[in-house]
């Protein structure tokens, strides 16, 4: 009895899958997925019929402004940070180390007007365990004594960067 309950409902399962393959597709693009395609294409359309009219090196320099502002938009009222920084700190503390972004407070604490010394010491806290944090000490487990004293020493700095970007 359970052989033949079980292959019913494999059999309904299996024909239940091709009926849904054959009709589009459940959440694998189907009706949805055509409106988005479609909309996609007029864009393309539309930008391919705008761009027939102007200049290739307006184009160029237009891309140029956009990448600028682009740029200047994801660091407004910030001073020039390393990407290490960035990659590994901004997340939580903010590009400029403020503990916010676009005016919504971040994960992180503010680090900004720390002195260097400050930060190398919760630093290594960090890494030793001795302040718990499971992401602090992920991110610091492969550094050593020197990487974490210049990241400290950047971050210390930031207030002098930022009062060099004001003048």
């Not at 988005?36 to 391919?48: H, L, P, S």
């Not at 320099?61 to 990407?83: C, I, P, T």
Request: net charge neutral; with cysteine.
């Amino acid at each position: 009895m359970k052989n033949i309950v079980v292959a019913f409902f494999t059999i309904l399962i299996v024909g239940l899958t091709a009926w849904v393959a054959v009709n589009g597709g459940a959440y694998n693009g189907g009706i949805h997925g055509k409106v988005t395609e479609d909309i996609g294409n007029r864009t393309a359309e539309q930008m391919g019929t705008q761009s027939t009219h102007e200049n290739k090196d307006d184009r160029e320099k237009e891309m140029d402004q956009l990448n600028a502002l682009r740029e200047k938009a994801g660091n407004v009222g910030a001073f020039k940070v390393s990407d290490e920084y960035k990659s590994k700190c901004s997340s939580c503390h903010g590009v400029n180390g403020s503990g916010e972004q676009n005016g919504k407070k971040l994960m992180g604490p503010k680090l900004f007007g720390q002195t260097a010394d400050e930060v190398y010491t919760k630093l290594d806290d960090f890494k030793a365990g001795r302040k718990e944090n499971m992401i602090m000490k992920g991110l610091l487990i492969k550094l050593d004594k020197d990487d974490l004293r210049r990241f400290a020493n950047e971050i210390g700095e930031f207030p002098a960067r930022a009062e060099a970007v004001k003048n």
